[in-house]
């Protein structure tokens, strides 16, 4: 009977342990943090890419690694903060939209858009990145 007593405090001081262990080891930071971190990296290597010597499909090479870093932190975050990662999505999915059509017909009309799409993508994620913050501070 001693011995299943002293197995049975052994047990209990290792979940212990463990609880508290986890408790002091984890991060306090929602697992989207790192997400939203890549995804500003990624959009900030945007207003870098010189489209005049790379041409459109620069352009297109750094948009699509917007969009995946987008969509990972979208996934991650959505539940929290729906408003802010639908207007991100909406935002990249339009941009992707014309520089698509820009690399495959290249018209001055739809090269135009581009700028202000940039730019509504920028001001989507800095929303986002805003709303995250003070979760991920």
């Known amino acids: 009977m001693a011995k299943t007593r002293g197995t049975a405090a052994t047990a209990a001081a290792a979940v212990l342990c463990a609880g508290a262990l986890a408790a002091c080891g984890g991060s306090s930071k929602p697992s989207y943090c790192s997400s939203v971190s890549n995804l500003e990296t990624s959009i900030k290597a945007i207003p870098s890419t010189n489209i005049v010597a790379t041409g459109l499909n620069g352009l297109e090479s750094a948009l699509t690694k917007v969009q995946s ?13 729906p408003n802010e990662t639908s207007a991100l999505k909406s935002s990249i999915d ?22 202000s799409q940039v730019s509504a993508v920028v ?11 003070s979760k991920c501070s």
Do not use: E, G, R, Y
């Open 69 to 81: 870093d987008a969509q990972t932190a979208i996934n991650a975050a959505k539940s929290d903060f």
């Open 94 to 115: 339009t941009l992707s939209t014309t520089v698509k059509q820009a690399t495959s017909s290249p018209s001055a009309a739809t090269i135009a858009q581009i700028p």
């Open 123 to 133: 001001t989507a994620a800095n929303n986002f990145q805003s709303a995250t913050k």
